[in-house]
């Protein structure tokens, strides 16, 4: 049999592990694949999938800041990418896309079953209204949290978000501008890019109180600003975005292969070299 081809894709996207974790899984489960890197800029997106899939590619992750193009471009997708709006697994089925997103499955296994954390009733506060909240909202409201505000950098992209999730008892959107009168929360996820590029998030200490859980869905270098805030204002638990990216490929493997692989000592592995931080108790 000859050798599959995956990909992720993406703009920038020349840093990704995911290359690194799909290898690991296929030598631990036997698969003989290929996993590539691909940057396209949104113009080209469509066409570098297109071209992609005309040389045997038959998956592809889709990282920032295309997932909501995916989604667009998909002819069928499961219940969780729809109700994202967002994709970030890609499957090549008789000649067309299926979309699905295990964003939000791999951010809750790492902080359930790997971290130990309870999710349930925690007041949550989602910074960030791109691919990756998108992904990871709905899967915090099945998760059982209590209630969950999104506040963006472009307002009207937290509006769209808060109602796309259809959930107005529990999911609203804020301005920035207001989280000093929103009170504070026992769960706060970053889901921006801001860590990435250097950008300084304005976040008033009042948001945090002494169980307050404070999430990065970034890992290396773009979680440091947001996690050294996060523990300069006392939260209890700080965590990044590193379990969550082996678990969301785990998932993305798992719907390619049909085999589940074990993440473990993938992360174990990750975690060595990229030692930024995690400090659950
Ligand atoms: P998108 O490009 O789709 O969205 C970026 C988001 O960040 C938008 O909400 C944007 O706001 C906001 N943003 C960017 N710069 C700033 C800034 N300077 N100040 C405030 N807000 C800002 O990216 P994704 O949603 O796909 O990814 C977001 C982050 O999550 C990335 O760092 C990515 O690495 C990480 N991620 C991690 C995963 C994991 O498995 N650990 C999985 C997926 C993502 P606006 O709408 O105003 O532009």
Redesign the pocket.
Known sequence: MSTRRYAVFGHPVAQSLSPRIHAAFARQTGIDLEYTAIDAEPADFVAALERFAADGGGGANV???L??AAFALCQHSSERARRAGAV?TLTRNDGHWHGDNT?GV??VRDLTDRQGLDLRARRTLL?????????VAPALLDAGVEELIIV???PE?ADALADALGEPERAHSRYWESLRDEGDFELIIN???????G???PLPSTLTNSRTLAVD???GE?AIAFLAWARSVGCRSVVD??G??VE?AAESFRIWHGVRPDTDAVYAALREQNAILVTAD
């Open positions: 990282t920032l800041p997932k909501e970030n964003d791999g951010l910074l960030g209204a791109g691919g990756a909240a998108r992904g963006n950098r472009t992209r889901a921006t890019s801001a860590g990435r590029s950008g300084h998030l869905l970034s890992y773009g975005g590193l969550m990216l969301q």
